[in-house]
């Protein structure tokens, strides 16, 4: 004798919505797991799924989050180990606290579920010449922390609060390093009351940080070569205070 599965209709995934709600599910999870009870389409019709989180964005955000910090691990231990004898220690140690503290950002992230696009960087020779260093930081920086401005706009509109504050949490150090390497450069280091929101999307975030003739996975028109993340290289990193995201109250 067959068993006919009985159908849930939108009240009943509603229902079931609450109840993961109560036992604190985070929005991706419970849309995931009403989509497996009742399909993608009767869980889509509930407003509060429907609105939660867009899961491709959200995965979107992260990945290119954890993909960033990658970078940035990639390109600051091998400057430090290349040329780091040409920065005065404080200069140094500076560097080494931010590969650190990129690092951290990158286990928080992959933490959290989202893993890079690609580990493999093509990154121009001109960015490991010390003169060069301190702009490109700045630059990078700037695009990072607008990154992490698309991340809390996301994910605070899809009632992620934990999530929106972590890329605060992120975001605020990422515009400290940028402070940093304006400051090697003898420009005023805080030179901004808001910070720019300027670039909305992460196809553009991506386009921005390629405009410097770096490369994910793939050769630039910049003379560079290919690097690949492995974690911070042995003695590029100094000991940091608060190295994982503090937990919600």
């Known amino acids: 004798m067959t068993t006919k599965q009985a159908q849930l209709n939108t009240d009943d995934v509603q229902t079931l919505d609450n109840a993961f709600q109560r036992h604190g ?26 609105s939660a989180a867009n899961a491709d964005s959200a995965m979107e955000i992260g990945t290119a989050a954890v993909t960033a910090e990658a ?26 606290a931010a590969n650190h503290a990129e690092q951290d950002h990158y286990q928080a992230l992959h933490g959290l579920g989202f893993k890079p696009l690609t580990t493999k960087f093509w990154i ?24 992490y401005l698309i991340g809390t706009t996301a994910f605070a509109g899809a009632g992620q609060a934990d999530f929106a504050r972590y890329t605060v949490e992120i975001g605020a150090v990422e515009a400290e390093h940028r402070t940093l390497a304006r400051a090697l450069q003898g420009k005023l280091g805080d030179n901004l009351a808001f910070t720019s929101y300027t670039v909305k999307t992460i196809p553009e975030i991506v386009s921005a940080i390629e405009k410097l ?36 109250a």
């Open 25 to 50: 599910l985070p929005p991706l999870t419970r849309r995931a797991l009403l989509a497996t009870a009742a399909g993608a389409a009767v869980a889509a019709g509930v407003p509060g799924i429907a």
């Open 124 to 147: 121009p020779n001109a960015a490991f010449n010390p003169k060069n260093a301190a702009p490109i930081i700045e630059y990078l920086e700037s695009v990072f922390v607008n990154a």
């Open 213 to 248: 003739g770096i490369g994910f996975g793939k050769r630039s028109h910049v003379p560079g070569r290919f690097f690949m993340y492995h974690g911070p290289l042995p003695g590029t990193t100094v000991a940091l205070d608060n190295d994982k995201p503090d937990e919600a």
């Open 71 to 96: 970078l940035a691990v990639t390109y600051l231990s091998n400057l430090i180990e290349k040329g780091g004898h040409a920065f005065p220690k404080p200069v140094q140690n500076v560097l080494k």
